[in-house]
């Protein structure tokens, strides 16, 4: 008899420790996956916003806020290319024809150290002719066929 009641204590511990790591086992199971779920998720957002603050421009009413530019086709390139000396102001705040513009990359090429700029340079002209062009006729004809003077 009291063989039976060491025996049935001992195996009562043994089914407790058992059920202890169960639960234990359990825990951790679940436990992992929830953490790295919170954790990816954490990552995740965090990305998000920085590719939030580096992709997405901030455009107001059709103007690319950082730049001034208005906001059409290759206006990035225009972005790039444009600011890699001075200040795009110099762009925004000037109007042409065309040729106008043309001739300003090439005094620019010939005076300013301006390179080559491949096939951008008619992707460029698109987009200034566009929406660089000379004003609407006002008090004065827009300058044509104008003299850059060498610095
Ligand atoms: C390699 C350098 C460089 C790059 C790139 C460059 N420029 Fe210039 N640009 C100059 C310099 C230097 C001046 C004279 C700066 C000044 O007057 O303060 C100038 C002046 C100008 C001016 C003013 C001209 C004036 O009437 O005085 C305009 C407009 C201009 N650039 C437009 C552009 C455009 C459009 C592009 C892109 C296709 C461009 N620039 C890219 C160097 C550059």
């Known amino acids: 008899m009291g063989e039976d009641i060491g025996n049935r204590e001992e195996l009562l511990a043994i089914v407790d420790r058992v059920v202890k790591i169960i639960r234990v086992v359990f825990i951790v199971v679940l436990l992992y996956p929830f953490a ?25 009413n059709g103007i690319d806020v950082e730049s001034g530019l208005i906001v059409d086709q290759h206006y990035e390139l225009v972005k790039g290319t444009c600011s890699a000396c001075h200040s795009i102001n110099l762009v925004t705040q000037n109007s042409a024809t065309r040729e106008g513009w043309k001739d300003l990359i090439v005094w620019m090429q010939k005076t300013q150290k301006l390179w080559d700029l491949g096939d951008d340079e008619v992707l460029i002209l698109d987009y200034l002719e566009k929406n660089y062009a000379p004003k609407e006729q006002g008090r004065r004809a827009p300058l044509k066929d104008i003299e850059w003077y060498e610095l």
């Open 36 to 60: 790295f779920y919170v954790a990816s998720k954490i990552d995740f957002e965090k990305e998000k916003i920085i590719e939030k603050v580096v992709e997405i421009p901030i455009v107001e």
